[in-house]
């Protein structure tokens, strides 16, 4: 009895890793050991056992996506302080965390000073889509620039615009840090006309739109990107000083009342 158990053991999970359903095969003697406690029937035990092969599969794709976007740091909307940054709509946030702008191909743009939290709030929302099954990219504006320069030749370049198309979100962070020449300006246009009204974009930028054209270059391309980014735009803006320089203060504040309380607290003894 033993040596049959045993071999139908090693069957199921040669049959396992075949079908590719590792999780059942991990966790099959476990479920039906609680399912014989349970006295839950077969299906109900089946039932389980498919439910956690497709929670492990979601799992791994949406950290798989998450890795596939490449974001520099990954932030979450967890650690970030609205109560320093009271010019960002929290409701606006909670209601863009769903990801309807995605499906509604939406764009968001983020403008402010640097430091002020564009990049963090880009990478939340930015991750929160990985997690709900979106095709998502994050790139430094310039670095996206460089790419399509250097992909001079034809081949490459399609290659590179055919990557960008399967995206549902494409973040250009830092939309302005460095002014773009001629090619870069018409170069950045293609890529911004082309997610026009099929890929949602998140812009990150320090530059009010009257300063725009000092990056792009001409008038006349300052205007159409304009156009079509913010044909369905939602715009957040990040006022105030950088959070670095706000929490640097407050630490200094601090750091100067707790000096403030020792040198009280030791007064009556000296
Ligand atoms: P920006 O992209 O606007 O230049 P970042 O998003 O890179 O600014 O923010 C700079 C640093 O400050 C990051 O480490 C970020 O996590 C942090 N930060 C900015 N704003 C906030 C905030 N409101 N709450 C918590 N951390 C913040
Ligand atoms: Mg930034």
Known sequence: MKATETKSSVLLHH??????????????????????????????YLLRLTELELLEREKRAAERRVKAARFPTMKTLETFDFAARPSVNKVLIAELMRCEYIDKKENILMVGNPGT?????????AAQACAKGYRVRF???????????????????????GQFAKLDLLVLDELGYVPASKVGSELLFDVISTAYERTSLIV?????????????????????????????????????????????KARNTR?????????DEKAPSS
């Open 117 to 125: 939290g564009k990049s963090h709030l880009a990478t939340a929302l």
């Open 15 to 44: 049959h396992l890793k075949a079908l590719r359903l590792p999780t059942v095969a991990a966790e099959c003697e476990k479920v039906a050991a609680q399912a014989a406690l349970d006295n839950a029937d077969h299906l109900a």
């Open 255 to 263: 750091a100067a009342k707790s000096t403030t309380q020792t040198v």
């Open 204 to 248: 990150t930028t320090n530059l009010p739109f009257e300063s725009w054209t000092e990056v792009l270059g001409s008038e006349r391309l300052t205007g159409a990107t304009l156009d079509r980014l913010t044909h369905r735009c939602r715009i957040i803006e990040t006022k105030g000083e950088s959070y670095r320089l706000h929490d640097a």
């Open 139 to 161: 790139i430094r504006t310039t670095e996206l620039v460089t790419a399509l320069i250097e992909a001079r030749d034809e081949r490459t370049f399609l290659r590179l615009k």
